[in-house]
């Protein structure tokens, strides 16, 4: 048999999906062609708005050519489907390339609608829909003050997120007289605009935009229906979108009456063999602007091919939870109250700014629709109820009342739902799904992730899926493991916990508390680090000598050839004219590599280990102290000058970053943490970058949390507003001291801030309001490792028998005669056998 | 005193005050680097050239001693493969295998001599 010719035209989110499930299904009977107008494959494009949380466009995407290429999917970028012949069966694109089809999928979902609103097309005018339109905003923003959205609903509320983080003013205009009027009730709506106001977010509702013009203090100036106007140095519109149905208007496949391309059941249009799959198809007269749905079509179509006509599509629940700008907020169901005899029940929290109203059935026992905005824990619960038609409890309002203290919350546990509850909708994941997993040895969120795809989609279901996997694995007598290596069945975390409440001092005591063996490479450096971390010893006592992984043990980096960085501290980066030259000095005394470094102050590269004691020797007496460049701890805090020098500066931030280098240096943490302080938000210090972020402002500073550069950037979560220079060190002690008791080993606070549940959130809870009751504890801790801090170098060149170790042999004066040394632009660089050294000398 | 007779008698390398537990020294003994490392638990010593065949550099004796099952080695301070210190064999890779020395602790001094 031939194999069956299918055209897909759009690869977008369900363009990708109905591949992938066709081929799933059999591969060997379908030869599958797709195109696409963006440049790129199918990407993810429901997290578009990561972008500018660091994801790259390699991050988004959905699969890549090796995978398509390797399932004979053969696919055409950059060139857009501009015609059908029905009669032979092509399909025409814009470069003339004509593909023959036996099946064609049209898949071509919508785009951002432009109100006709003159002076709409300039250039810092732009869309939110594609990640090259991401890319133009990103541009804009460099060169913008204030930005504007127009749209406040769902995409609206994202590209204003995108702003903020673009570090533009940010301003959201919207025609209706509240915020995401398709979810929100009027009570949501307004306690949402509310929420973004105190984030400094400008909302201007019930404002018809009729011209854009230029502008006298901004690039442009958008007048309003009213008489009022706005200034602005750019524009996204978020409007709406509308169904991508250009295709079917030319060449005659029917469509709505307001547009979008009409299909059935089975996903079929009205011309024979071609059908229409996700935002551009139009059922019972409606759109489906969310992914899922898609995915649902995307399978009943790939069925309806592969000779399965039982398999439908009837319709998809639209309820949605997400957060904006960091709120969060939800919709299930019929809100709009055109449900005829239904009733709610309303709870408005004014002061913790909780909005939470519940429609239930005229006889009050089936679910009807629900608004959450503030506090969606009751998500999961309400929209189970309301998929499967549960029956409501008794009184329903328990379910949108908060529980009081330790109790459950209202409503019921996982366990009281169906096999058939859908989990996870944007891969269609049911809880017997994902007891099946876990039957097959799926035993945590990483694994039942890879095995079912659950939460990998919008991330909604994740808390859910997790209780699923959580209560199945108890069920099924399991006991989660997270041991850091085979001589201690405990994580990090619980060997951090040991070590602080049985006040354990060495490694020895350790291992014949609760260890096996003699231990290996991965626990000895850890249990070190949470040692220093909370006595402070100095790391070379006998005791602790061999857990110190490779750069602890001297002091110094090891670099290729065995040699060492030296790396004096260099507070804030500021450095006498005194103290360099005598760092010049000795550079040049033992011929070291010399280099500044990106965190503000100098590395010398080549010391062997008998002469690291004489530098450092030289370095402590002109009054220098180790950088700490070999620990997981502080590194640097790296910083402007401030309004000492800067004609912007409104605090001092060299001074503050001196400060709180010389408060935190030394201390041991499960990585190595770096801050940042600017001295204005012009942020030339780069702090949001960095683990802790201070960042000077008229009101006081603003502490940003969990910022990384490296191998994954991350922007910093703003922690806390306008501190005072003694709430910051406060507030920095606590989180310092609350990420080294429970972070894992290696975990950049980037990422334990991500896998803390509850997230900023709830780090606040924790630090602001004490919700653990532990802060005085931090405080202490962090008090004593201040009070204990030494200059490991200084402690070591006084003491003879630590030098011992620093010289190669233990029998002989002579020295390693193995290095071999290569000048290049006037300086020593290793002479490894591997090395082409050719190449770095231009 | 010759390379051939070395080779059949032990020599003195250092008093053994100077290695300290569960950690590495390196010593300079018929002109090879040797690393000598003391087990506190086993009480063991155990001795193995210096040079990393993987990072090409002579780093062994600062590595972290550890234990798998009832192996215990010593694992590289560059790359981390591991070593066994009782014969040499790497642990991650079945192509590498770093010499090893005869070691022992006479009147308070650390001995070494070619294995044979
Ligand atoms: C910022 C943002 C956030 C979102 N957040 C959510 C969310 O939280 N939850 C949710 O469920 N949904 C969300 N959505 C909606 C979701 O992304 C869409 O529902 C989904 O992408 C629709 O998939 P699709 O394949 O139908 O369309 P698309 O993903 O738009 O793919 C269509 C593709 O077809 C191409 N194309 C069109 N015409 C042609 C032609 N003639 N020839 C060749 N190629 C063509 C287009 O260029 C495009 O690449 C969000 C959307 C955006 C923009
Ligand atoms: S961040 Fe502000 S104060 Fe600091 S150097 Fe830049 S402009 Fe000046
Ligand atoms: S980026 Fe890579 S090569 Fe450069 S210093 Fe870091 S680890 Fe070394
Ligand atoms: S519901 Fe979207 S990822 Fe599960």
């Given amino acids: ?842 | 005193m010759d390379i051939t007779s070395s080779n059949t008698t032990w020599t003195d390398i250092c008093p053994i005050n100077d290695l300290t537990p569960d950690a590495g020294i390196c010593a300079l003994y018929n002109e090879q680097q040797v690393a000598i490392f003391l087990c506190k638990q086993s009480s063991n010593v155990y001795a193995v050239a210096n040079f990393d065949p993987f990072g090409h550099a002579n780093v062994l004796s600062r590595g972290i001693i550890g234990s798998t099952e009832d192996i215990i080695y010593v694992a590289s301070p560059l790359y981390k493969q591991r070593f066994n210190l009782a014969t040499g064999e790497c642990l991650d890779s079945e192509e590498h295998k770093i010499k090893i020395f005869n070691v022992r602790i006479e009147n308070e001094q650390v001995q070494l001599k070619e294995a044979s």
């Avoid at chain 1, 399932?71 to 399909?91: E, H, P, S, Y």
């Avoid at chain 1, 785009?111 to 006709?116: A, G, K, N, S, T």
């Avoid at chain 1, 924790?766 to 490991?792: G, H, K, P, R």
Wanted: with cysteine; hydrophobic share 35%; net charge negative.
């Fill in chain 1, 1 to 842: 048999m031939s194999k069956q010719r299918i055209v897909v035209v759009g690869n977008g989110m369900v363009g990708h999906k109905f591949i992938d499930t066709i081929i799933g299904n059999d591969e060997t009977k379908y030869e599958v062609i797709t195109f696409s107008e963006e440049s790129r494959l199918a990407y993810d494009r429901v997290q578009l708005s990561y972008f500018f949380s660091g994801k790259t466009a390699e991050d988004l995407a959905l699969t890549d050519a090796a995978y398509y290429e390797e399932n004979g999917i053969k696919f055409v970028l950059n060139d857009k489907v501009v015609d059908l012949d029905f009669d032979n069966r092509n399909v025409i694109t814009a470069s003339g390339r004509v593909e023959s089809y036996d099946k064609l999928v049209l898949a071509t979902g919508s785009y951002p609608f432009v109100p006709p609103i003159p002076g709409n097309d300039q250039e810092h005018c732009h869309v939110y829909r594609t990640i090259d339109d991401l890319e133009d905003i990103t541009k804009s923003g460099e060169t913008s003050k204030i930005g504007v959205v127009i749209g406040g609903g769902l995409l609206g509320l994202e590209a204003g997120n995108a702003l903020v983080n673009l570090g533009v003013e940010t301003h959201i205009v919207e025609f209706a007289p509240r915020l995401m009027a398709v979810q929100l009730d009027d009570g949501g709506g307004s306690l949402l605009k509310r929420k973004i106001e105190d984030l400094g977010v400008h909302v201007h509702t019930e404002k018809a935009t009729t011209e854009i013009v230029a502008g006298t203090t901004s690039r442009y100036r958008m007048n309003f229906a009213d008489g009022s106007h706005l200034e602005t140095d750019m524009i996204i519109f978020s409007a709406g979108i509308r169904p991508q149905d250009e295709l079917a208007r030319k060449t005659g496949i029917p469509i709505g009456e307001r547009g979008g391309i009409v299909i059935n059941n089975h996903c079929e249009t009205g011309v024979e063999d071609v059908y229409a799959i996700g935002e551009c198809a139009l059922w019972e007269n409606f759109i489906f602007g969310l992914v899922a749905p898609g995915y649902q079509m995307a399978k009943v179509a790939a069925a309806h091919m592969h000779g399965d006509s039982d398999t439908e599509f009837t319709g998809a629940d639209m309820s949605t939870k997400l957060k904006l700008l960091g709120i969060d907020v939800a919709s299930i169901g019929e809100v709009h109250g055109k449900t005829p005899g239904a009733q709610s029940y309303t709870y408005h929290d004014e002061i913790e700014q909780v909005y939470k109203r519940l429609i239930v059935s005229a006889d009050g026992t089936k679910m009807v629709g629900a608004v959450l905005v503030g506090d969606v824990e009751a998500y999961g619960t309400l929209l189970q109820l309301k998929l499967n038609d549960m029956k409501l409890p008794a009184n329903p309002s328990v379910l949108i009342l908060p529980s009081s203290g330790g109790e459950e919350a209202a409503g019921m546990g996982v366990d009281a739902l169906p096999d058939t509850a859908a989990i996870c909708s944007c891969f269609d994941v049911s809880k017997g799904d994902i007891k099946n997993a876990v039957a097959a040895g799926c035993c945590n969120m990483g694994e039942l992730k890879a095995s079912t795809k659950a939460a990998t989609g919008c991330g909604g279901c994740t808390a859910l899926a997790k209780q699923v996997l959580d209560s199945e694995l108890l069920s099924l007598g399991f006991e989660v493991k997270k041991d850091i290596c085979e001589h201690f069945a405990y994580s990090r975390q619980e060997l951090a916990d040991i070590i602080r409440v049985k006040k354990i001092k060495t490694f020895s005591e350790l291992l014949v508390d609760c260890g096996s063996g003699l231990g290996c490479e991965t626990c000895k450096p850890a249990v070190a680090n949470i040692l220093a971390a909370y006595w402070n010893e100095y790391v070379l006592e006998d005791a602790h000598v061999g857990l110190q992984d490779t750069n602890d043990n001297y002091l110094g980096n090891m670099q290729k050839d065995g040699t060492y960085s030296v790396v004096p501290r260099m507070p804030g980066g500021e450095v006498t004219p005194d103290g360099l030259i005598v760092i010049g000095q000795v550079a040049k005394e033992f011929n070291l590599y010399t280099k500044v470094t990106g965190g503000a102050r100098v590395d010398l590269f080549g010391a062997q280990l008998h002469e690291l004691p004489v530098i450092w020797k030289k370095l402590v007496d002109a009054g220098f102290e180790t950088g700490h460049a070999y620990g997981k701890s502080l590194r640097t805090v790296k910083s402007c000058v401030g309004n000492t020098w800067c004609r912007y500066g409104v605090k001092n931030s060299i001074g503050f970053a001196i400060d709180l280098e010389n408060r935190y240096k030394g201390l041991r943490s499960p990585h190595k943490v770096k801050f940042g302080v600017s001295g204005c938000t012009r942020e030339c210090a780069e702090a949001q970058g960095k683990d802790f972020g201070l960042i000077a402002t008229e009101g006081g500073w603003n502490l940003y949390f969990g910022g990384n550069g490296g191998m994954r950037p991350r922007h910093g979560d703003l922690f806390a507003s306008d501190l005072t220079d003694e709430q910051v060190r406060t507030y920095v002690d606590r989180i310092y001291m609350f990420y080294i008791r429970t972070a894992d080993r290696l975990q950049r606070t980037s990422v334990w801030l991500e896998n803390l549940e509850g997230g900023i959130e709830y780090l606040r809870e924790v630090i602001l309001n004490d919700s653990l009751n532990i802060n005085a504890e931090l405080e202490a801790e962090m008090e004593s490792n201040v009070a204990n801090y030494q200059c490991e170098w200084k402690t070591t060149i006084e003491s003879p028998e630590k030098l011992k170790r620093f010289k190669h042999f233990i029998n002989s004066k002579e020295v390693d005669t193995g290095l071999a040394f290569k000048v290049i632009r006037g300086q020593r660089f290793p002479l490894a056998k591997e090395i082409e050294i050719t190449e770095l000398v231009e």
